[in-house]
């Protein structure tokens, strides 16, 4: 079945600086990547996604990019602030988000001012 | 829109006492997810349901975990004889078709089980 490995488990920057977390799946199967924010305490939300039709997306200060050779895909943030610091999971699936979704294990973003 | 809906929020239950988990989805949604989170293991699929029909429980624990949906409004997740190694919280989410795809998924709260 796919694995997601999430390479950072710790990241700090500066405020201001950019951010960046790193996953790799292995099934070539997937297609829909997610990416979750779950700040302490609290349970997830999603912050953004891309589908392997594309290899580039952005909403604001997150850019996800996707290299479906090398089955890896990223999360930027881009001037960080305080309230950017939190846990980030990225995940992957076949089809979207209404089917079985497989997450990594994690990155505890800290912002410091 | 209440999002997701999870109850009760916390469960303390002996080692071998039963525990039932209960999710409302959000309104319209037709696929229903239930995961578990630990320090140790992160985020653990368990099963989900499109549809109110299970669709995948590969994750579930088989001897003492089950799952049902029997109406669109809700669905549990049963644990019987609870065993410390349960202690988790415990995350229902619900997406919805969005064209020809389905959109993100909307996690609820959770409910924080601890089996003593």
């Known amino acids: 079945g796919e694995k997601v490995e999430q390479h950072e488990s710790t990241l700090s920057v500066r405020e201001g600086d950019s951010a960046v977390i790193n996953c790799t799946y292995t099934d070539t199967a997937s297609s829909y990547f997610p990416w979750y924010k779950q700040e302490a305490g609290k349970s997830l939300h999603f912050v953004i996604d891309i589908r392997s039709n594309v290899d580039r997306k952005q909403s604001q200060r997150l850019i996800v990019l996707l290299d479906k050779k090398a089955k890896r895909f990223s999360l930027h943030i881009t001037a960080t602030q305080p309230e950017d610091s939190a846990i980030y999971f990225c995940a992957a699936s076949m089809?979207?988000?209404g089917y079985k979704v497989v997450f990594g294990s994690g990155t505890r973003l800290l912002v410091s001012p | 829109?209440?999002?997701?809906?999870?109850?009760?929020?916390?469960?303390?239950?002996?080692?071998?006492?039963?525990?039932?988990?209960w999710c409302e989805p959000i309104s319209g949604h037709s696929a229903v997810f239930w995961y578990r989170q630990t320090i140790?293991?992160?985020?653990?699929?368990?099963?989900?349901?499109?549809?109110?029909?299970?669709?995948?429980?590969?994750?579930?624990?088989?001897e003492r975990f089950s799952a049902q949906m029997p109406n669109q409004s809700h669905s549990t997740l049963k644990i019987?004889?609870?065993?410390?190694?349960?202690?988790a919280v415990y995350l229902c989410a619900s997406s919805h078709h969005w064209g020809a795809n389905y959109a993100e998924q909307f996690f609820g709260p959770g409910t924080r089980l601890t089996v003593l």
């Open chain 2, 40 to 62: 140790v293991q992160g985020l653990e699929f368990l099963t989900y349901f499109r549809n109110q029909a299970p669709i995948d429980d590969s994750g579930m624990p088989k």
């Open chain 1, 95 to 97: 089809f979207g988000g």
């Open chain 2, 1 to 21: 829109n209440a999002g997701v809906i999870q109850t009760p929020r916390h469960k303390v239950t002996g080692k071998g006492q039963e525990a039932t988990l």
């Open chain 2, 80 to 87: 019987q004889s609870t065993q410390p190694q349960d202690s």
